[in-house]
C-alpha cells in the first residue's frame, strides 16, 4: 500500500464504491440503475460522486464510445488500511498501547472467532517476517 492519505467520504461515494467493487466496472448508467435508482437520485448526482471518485484516486476510468467506464483504482483492503493509518497518524501513535488495545477491543465486539482470526493474521505475519 502506498502512503496516500485516505480521502473523506460520503455516504453516496461509499455507496458507489460498493457498487464497484462488487459488480466491477460499469459506466454512469449501469451504476445509476443499481444505486442511484434506489435512492430516488438523478443520474447526473451519480455522474458527479463517479467524478470525485476518480479525482480522489479511488476509481480510475476508460473512454468507451460516448461514455466512462469507471473501475477501482484501489481495493477495498488498501483503502480500509489507508482510513486506518489516516486516523492513527492524526489521533495516536502507530505503536502505541492504547492503538493496540482500542483495536483487540474493537475486534473482540466481533465474537471469540474473530479474535481468534487476530491470533490468526498475527502469526502469519510473524512467519513472513521470521
Known sequence: MNNL?????GDLEVAVLEDIWRSGSSDTKAVH????????????TVQSTLERLYRK?????????HAYQYSAAVSRQELIGRM?????????????????KAYVDLTARGGPDQLDKLADLIAERRAKQN
Open 5 to 9: 492519505q485516505a480521502p473523506a467520504l
Open 84 to 100: 486506518v493509518e489516516t486516523t492513527v497518524q492524526r489521533i495516536a501513535n502507530p505503536g502505541s498501547d492504547e492503538l493496540l
Open 33 to 44: 440503475a443499481r444505486v442511484g435508482s434506489a435512492r430516488a437520485i438523478a443520474l447526473n
Open 57 to 65: 484516486g479511488l476509481l480510475q476510468r476508460e473512454k468507451i464510445r
